[in-house]
């Protein structure tokens, strides 16, 4: 086969005229930073998912970060997750004292197995931290069951999880805290940014003081007509509130988030089909309970080559690809700190060295997809 000239990249956020138009608008209003827009952005989250409240941060990470701290998650607790997920949870949860606990995964949804939960929760036991893995859902009924006999916190990671339904209801639609990203590869981005959907005004009031120095006003009230500009901080707090022209990308987005997840199914769709039957690349499974997919990432399993000679391949054929994710549980400052539990987790570790993310975005062609089963075939085929 003909090698294409250009470079299929991993993901390229969808970046069209209404963007531009928001951030233009934004940008000509005198307020650019944290205003009505954001809480445009968090109303826009609160009707998707159902939830009752929402709180926009800079990135996903802070919003985990000052979400554990509102909760009270701190030493001598424990939180528990999977491994195979983004390093920046265990960082957070390790950065707030607590000692994270991995659970095991499915190896062929790669999502938390929740039947492996109960042996790993303990007195210390504060939180459950489930991934909605590439946008399938985790098993929440399942997850909330146990935690709720326990009385222990869900805290959903909805990072890939923007349109993702588990049995009709949508990512953060559960009752308990959900933290979405807004990374520029997310399924909708406002460049960079993430937002926590929740349930309890008094969470809500908490998240949005340690989001912005302590300080109980938004500063755009404090400095419209009539505002007091005086302020008092009771408890000091961070500085991690999104900017309106950040969330003017955001809110655009979240308009056209359906027509772009529809894409993002076809093209897995091609994927599924351009690859059945072949042999040494296992496919992405989804669960078997009703659900609708995000398809944030489509991760194939390598098992015919190395994955590096293979990821070396693909380079040759100028496709991009994506590792999500090195898993954490293997991280030297894990390893150091908690010790190395790779033997409790052997689909995890099973998983670990196949997993890897092939060019998924709704900007791709048709064509994108057939040159990539093409290529896939031609170097599995070289061996
Ligand atoms: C599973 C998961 N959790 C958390 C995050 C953190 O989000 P952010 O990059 O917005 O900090 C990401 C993405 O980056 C992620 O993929």
Redesign the pocket.
């Known amino acids: 086969m003909n090698i294409r000239e250009d470079f299929l990249p991993l993901s390229k956020p969808a970046i069209g005229p209404e963007e531009i138009g928001a951030v233009t608008r934004c940008l000509l209003s005198g307020w650019i930073t944290t205003g009505p827009v954001c809480q445009a952005f968090e109303k826009a989250l609160c009707e998707l998912t159902a939830a009752s409240n929402a709180v926009s941060f800079t990135?996903?990470?802070?919003a985990?970060h000052l979400l554990l701290k509102a909760l009270g998650i701190g030493p001598g607790d424990e939180v528990i997750t999977p491994s195979l997920?983004?390093a920046?949870?265990i960082n957070m949860i390790a950065l707030s004292g607590a000692r994270p606990v991995f659970v095991d995964i499915d190896y062929e949804t790669l999502n938390m197995n929740p039947a492996l939960l109960g042996p790993l929760i303990t007195d210390r036991t504060k939180a459950i931290v489930p991934?909605h893995f590439a946008g399938a859902p985790a098993d929440m009924e399942t997850i909330l069951e146990i935690a709720r006999h326990r009385a222990i916190q869900v805290i959903e990671?909805a990072?890939?999880a923007i349109g993702t339904y588990y049995r009709g209801v949508h990512a953060g639609g559960f009752g308990c805290p959900a933290?979405f990203?807004?990374?520029p590869?997310?399924n909708i981005t406002s460049g960079?940014?993430?937002m926590i959907t929740l349930y309890a005004a008094e969470l809500e009031k908490q998240l949005r003081l340690l989001r912005f120095h302590g300080i109980e006003r938004d500063a755009w009230k404090r400095y419209g007509k009539g505002g007091n500009p005086d302020y008092d901080i009771q408890h000091p707090g961070f500085k991690y509130n999104l900017p309106d022209v950040l969330a003017a990308i955001g809110l655009a987005q979240m308009s056209k988030w359906q027509a772009l997840n529809m894409r993002r199914a076809e093209l897995a769709r091609k994927y599924l089909d351009g690859l059945k039957d072949v042999a040494g690349i296992e496919l992405p499974v989804s669960p078997a309970y009703p659900h609708i997919h995000s398809w944030h990432l489509f991760v194939v399993k390598v098992t015919a080559l190395r994955r590096a000679r293979f990821m070396e391949q693909l380079s040759e054929y100028n496709i991009g690809y994506g590792l999500?994710?090195p898993v954490t549980h293997r991280l030297r400052f894990v390893r150091e700190r908690f010790g190395d539990i790779s033997p409790l987790l052997p689909e995890t570790e099973r998983a670990a060295n196949r997993i890897l993310s092939l060019p998924l975005y709704p900007g791709m062609d048709d064509a994108d997809v057939v040159y990539v089963c093409d290529a896939i075939k031609e170097i599995l085929r070289k061996g």
Request: aromatic fraction near 12%.
């Open positions: 990135s996903g990470t802070a985990m997920t983004f920046s949870t991934v990671d990072a890939h933290v990203s807004f990374h590869i997310k960079e940014g993430g999500h994710f």
